[in-house]
């Protein structure tokens, strides 16, 4: 039996609940995905506390399925960097399919991430498919991409509420950061996390949401 301890929790009025959601969303809409960032240094500081929200998120059975590795060392930026141009090459040359690539071309991306190496610092998530105990016997994982999925969305929220900017990067396949980062082969690349400040002049695409009627089902 787990041992049972009191709820830290706050309960808000309805007036004040609705305040803070109605704050807390605005300043989430207003977030973009970024592709120039400065070379301006992040506070480790800072992503230590965004990654600590990011490993409290819910998991299946509590096993916290998923390892976080910050890269700021410029000569590791750059391997990742070359590794992700090779694969993002192969997509773009039509491993994608052509109605991606149509549905791409909006957003002008193509097969060159400078930003890989610009921005300060790389968060590279990775999925457990297994864990290990402290005898060396393979454990198992529940629900891992759902949990790693919430992980990732505390950690942008978290990245986001502290003024910086990211950019979620997934070259498929991602194999190449076990290599590069030294990380055991239970552990699948699950996404990479390009984190900074926006250089100054920054454009972004002029997208909109869809609005909410089309997403939200009220019965």
């Not at 819910?58 to 070359?82: D, E, M, Y």
């Not at 864990?131 to 994982?141: Q, W």
């Not at 396949?173 to 002049?201: S, W």
């Amino acid at each position: 039996m787990v041992p049972q301890t009191v709820l830290d929790f706050t309960v808000k009025t309805p007036a004040q609940g609705r305040t803070d959601v109605r704050e807390l969303a605005d300043y989430l809409v207003r977030r973009r995905t970024v592709r120039d960032f400065s070379t301006v240094a992040v506070d480790p500081a800072i992503l230590a506390d965004a990654l600590r929200a990011a490993a409290s998120a819910p998991s299946g059975a509590n096993k916290q399925p998923w390892h976080f590795v910050v890269v700021q060392t410029p000569a590791l930026k750059r391997q990742i960097r070359l590794a992700a141009e090779d694969e993002e090459r192969a997509f773009y040359a039509g491993k994608a399919g052509d109605q991606w690539l149509d549905d791409l071309k909006p957003l002008a991306t193509d097969a060159d991430k400078p930003f890989l190496e610009t921005a300060p610092a790389l968060i590279a998530v990775f999925l457990e498919r297994y864990g290990v105990d402290a005898d060396g016997e393979k454990t198992k994982n529940y629900y891992m991409p759902e949990s790693v999925g919430i992980a990732c969305g505390f950690l942008i929220a978290a990245l986001h509420q502290a003024g910086l900017a990211t950019l979620t990067h997934t070259p498929s396949p991602m194999g190449f950061l076990n290599q590069i980062l030294d990380r055991p082969k239970r552990e699948r690349p699950y996404l990479l996390l390009v984190v900074g400040y926006p250089a100054v002049g920054t454009q972004v695409p002029d997208i909109q949401r869809k609005p909410l009627d089309e997403t939200v089902s009220w019965r």
